[in-house]
């Protein structure tokens, strides 16, 4: 069966110091692969996606990038971290039928 | 690009039915979604119509789709204390799926 692997789960970090989240998907092949962010009381925004190795869409300008060196690997980055950055990230990956399954996520507090 | 709205709030008491609405504006969308996402986790697929159904009833989830007037309803009939959550719906068919603000439904006793 398909997991989908986020981590670290939880992590505090000061202002401009860089950020790597990193997101594993198993049990698929050359899936979709999304980078969501949930600030808080605030609803879901997709900040990357890609169909592939090496593609990447990024949906807003931001401080962030995300790369996929590996088919079923997707990582997620900041060269140096704003207070903004703050808030949920999710990784997700789209399966079968075209549904959209999400790891556990990622609170990220700059301070 | 695509606006998807929910209202933020809604409250029932368990036992009575909870109807959660999203209204969006690009018609283009083969799949529309809903997702629970529960305190501090990530999110939980609930259910998914296809934009060609009218309707979709799965145990005690029914979605009804009015593609005249793009919106998207979730009925949760014998809502519970376990139903209360944050519920998205989302929109998706090619490569991107865009969810709406949510709604924090709170069940009370």
């Known amino acids: 069966s398909q997991t989908i692997h986020q981590w670290p789960a939880t992590l505090v970090q000061p202002v401009g110091s860089p950020l790597s989240l990193e997101c594993t998907v198993e049990?698929?092949?050359?899936?979709?692969l999304y980078w969501y962010r949930q600030a808080a009381g605030r609803g879901l925004q997709l900040l990357f996606y890609s169909v592939g190795i090496g593609q990447i869409s990024s949906e807003v300008p931001q401080n962030l990038s995300a790369s996929r060196p590996q088919d079923r690997q997707f990582i997620l980055s900041s060269k140096k971290l704003l207070l903004s950055d703050s808030g949920f990230y999710l990784c997700?990956?789209?399966?079968?039928?075209?549904?959209?399954?999400f790891g556990e996520g990622s609170w990220l507090t700059v301070v | 690009g695509e606006d998807v709205e929910q209202s933020l709030f809604l409250s029932v008491r368990e036992g009575d039915s909870s109807v959660i609405n999203c209204t969006y504006t690009d018609s283009s969308s083969t799949y529309l979604y809903w997702y629970k996402q529960e305190p501090g986790a990530g999110l939980q697929l609930l259910t998914y119509?296809?934009?060609?159904?009218d309707m979709k009833q799965d145990q005690r989830l029914t979605v009804l789709l009015n593609k005249k007037d793009k919106h998207l309803s979730l009925r949760i009939a014998d809502t519970q204390t376990g139903d209360s959550a944050i519920y998205f719906c989302a929109l998706g068919g090619t490569d991107k799926l865009i969810f709406g603000t949510g709604t924090r439904l709170q069940v009370f006793p």
């Open positions: 049990g698929t092949s050359n899936p979709n």
């Open positions: 997700a990956w789209k399966g079968a039928g075209n549904t959209i399954y």
């Open positions: 119509i296809f934009s060609n159904m």
